[in-house]
């Protein structure tokens, strides 16, 4: 409070642990804010982390409507709000409006970007007050981010990027490998192997006893010849001596006479395996904010606009529209080039995956 009083701010009320205060000056209310984390990070030093005090504050101005016991209503009180939950500890947030009425050249900041908030129609673009320079310590004429390139000595934050660091194209593969991998898994415990190639023996001998169609488990290459394994113990082997075909039953039918192997698959259950692939990446997604993979990975989907959690309606707009993506892999080769590593279902479900 001796901080705020200081630069002629007025408590208009406590709403649980936060601080609703007004300002007459858009500059004042930034300078004091980085004042106040600047005596909470002295009060913080050399103590322990449960004693310490952290807060994040947001800042933003507007025409408010004042009530008779000198509370305030309005869209600016909204969208404060609104921009304290994305508030970093430690850091000082506020909008293009207070950017634009304050004084850049006492304050270096660093543009965010845009950001939707819950129940404000238009997006918001998002500043926040850089440490690397000591307040009013900027040299006249040089201007903040967006006036005029910063110092080499200033880093700012990309704009699409300052809330979460992006994940990088090969962990992101590596995590669809995994995913992969996890949902072959999980259709073989299911009983859904059968979606795989099947395998039909024919003989030029129409007295050969007839072999039932078999679902191909694995097929290995030597230099012996290539040997097809089902699912149920039968087994093809093609060699320089023949053909060697091993029934369920255990049995040897050896031929050295022409046999054909014909490779056909069950159509009917490509649609199962689908809906099994929305399901795990949906449900994983809804229950843990990422896929099993991107958890391994330590990537997690996050909404495009916001940085914040994705609704439950497009993580399955996602999970289904993946399926689009995994056609000729084309829809993930596109994260190659497009500007924020996106996926065709990311940008349809408007999300993006970050490092968690």
Not at 33 to 42: F, K, M
Not at 245 to 273: A, E, H, I, L, T
Request: aromatic share 8%.
């Amino acid at each position: 409070m001796p901080v705020i009083e200081k630069f002629k701010g007025r408590l208009v009320k406590t709403i649980g642990d936060a601080f609703l205060v007004v300002f007459n000056s858009p500059t004042d209310a930034v300078i004091c804010g980085v004042e106040i984390q600047d005596v909470l990070r002295a009060f913080n030093e050399g103590k322990a982390q449960a004693e310490k005090i952290e807060i994040r504050i947001a800042i933003n101005s507007g025409e408010v409507a004042v009530h008779d016991d000198g509370d305030i209503y309005g869209d600016p009180v909204n969208i404060t709000s609104r921009l304290e939950s994305i508030a970093e500890p430690n850091e000082v947030f506020f909008t293009e409006s207070v950017y634009l009425a304050m004084n850049k050249k006492e304050v270096p900041s660093s543009e965010i970007g845009y950001r939707q908030f819950k129940g404000i129609p238009e997006k918001i673009k998002v500043f926040r007050v850089l440490r690397e320079v000591p307040v009013g310590s900027q040299p006249l004429g040089e201007a903040s981010a967006g006036d005029a390139p910063q110092p080499a000595h200033i880093s700012p934050l990309p704009a699409a990027d300052a809330l979460y660091a992006p994940a990088g194209f090969w962990r992101r593969f590596g995590s669809l490998l995994l995913d992969v991998c996890i949902f072959a898994m999980i259709g073989s415990t299911l009983g859904f192997g059968s979606c795989g190639p099947s395998a039909k023996v024919t003989d030029n001998d129409t007295g050969a006893p007839a072999m039932p169609d078999m679902t191909i488990e694995d097929v290995r290459f030597s230099k012996q010849g290539i040997d097809i394994i089902g699912a149920k113990g039968e087994s093809i082997k093609i060699g320089k001596e023949g053909t060697a075909v091993k029934g369920r039953d255990g049995k040897v039918w050896k031929s050295k006479r022409k046999v054909d192997v014909g490779v056909s698959r069950d159509n009917g259950k490509v649609p199962v395996s689908m809906g099994i692939w929305v399901l795990y990446m949906a449900l994983t997604m809804w229950r843990f904010g990422s896929t099993i993979g991107m958890k391994i990975m330590k990537l997690k989907v996050v909404d495009f606009a916001t940085g914040g959690t994705v609704p439950v309606d497009r993580i399955f707009l996602r999970a289904i529209t993946s399926l689009l993506s995994l056609f000729g892999l084309l829809g993930y080769a596109w994260a190659i080039w497009e500007r924020s590593r996106r996926t065709w279902h990311d940008i349809l479900a408007g999300t993006r995956i970050v490092k968690a």
